[in-house]
């Protein structure tokens, strides 16, 4: 660890905030096209387990076709907690330390969850007004709300995680994946430690 890191480290321990349980990351096919990508992600788990006990990372997609590559090449990944890794097909929640999704959209998750509480009304198992937060989340494929999201490369929050990461604190960086380091990381976590949540206050 550089100087740098070690004295935001030094001031994230000296901090009196509450830690994030939860860290999210939403980077791109693309990113992990980059030499080193999958390096830089296996260290992003390691440093995010120094704060955190639950880790998403969503890795959104504009080609199709490489949704089984991806999903193959995450699975194998050496990671510090057991992962779960899902493409688009794959709607079956698991209870792992890491969740990753893959083309897997906030809204196409909301959808589903819909779908499955119309359906439910539709057979007489539970009635409109029976529906709440509560009954929503338990369909949704990504339970957990994170607490704060980490978006890399631009300002502009894809399609995810829609209705979990709403009172989520965002973090955005221009700095591209392949660039990215432990500084960077604990830069987002010592600006999550500096703002004021509200949660929809």
Not at 21 to 50: M, S
Not at 141 to 163: N, Q, Y
Not at 180 to 186: H, I, T
């Amino acid at each position: 660890m550089g100087l740098y890191e070690r004295y935001l480290a030094y001031q994230l321990r000296r901090h009196d905030g509450t830690p994030p349980e939860h860290v999210a990351l939403v980077i791109t096919e693309r990113d992990l096209l980059e030499q080193g990508a999958y390096e830089t992600l296996t260290d992003f788990f390691d440093w995010a387990f120094e704060y955190a006990t639950r880790v998403t990372v969503y890795v959104s997609v504009l080609d199709a076709g490489a949704i089984p590559t991806l999903q193959r090449e995450l699975e194998e990944l050496d990671t510090p907690r057991e992962i779960a890794v899902r493409g688009p097909e794959d709607r079956v929640r698991a209870d792992a330390p890491i969740q990753v999704g893959i083309g897997l959209g906030g809204k196409a998750e909301f959808t589903s969850a819909v779908r499955t509480l119309a359906a439910g009304v539709a057979d007489g198992e539970l009635t409109p007004e029976e529906i709440d937060d509560e009954r929503v989340e338990r369909h949704l494929i990504f339970p957990s709300e994170p607490d704060v999201v980490i978006k890399t490369g631009a300002e502009r929050l894809s399609d995810f995680m829609i209705w979990q990461s709403v009172y989520a604190e965002l973090y955005f960086t221009d700095v591209n994946w392949r660039d990215f380091r432990k500084r960077d990381f604990l830069r987002a976590i010592r600006e999550f430690y500096n703002r004021s949540r509200r949660f929809g206050q």
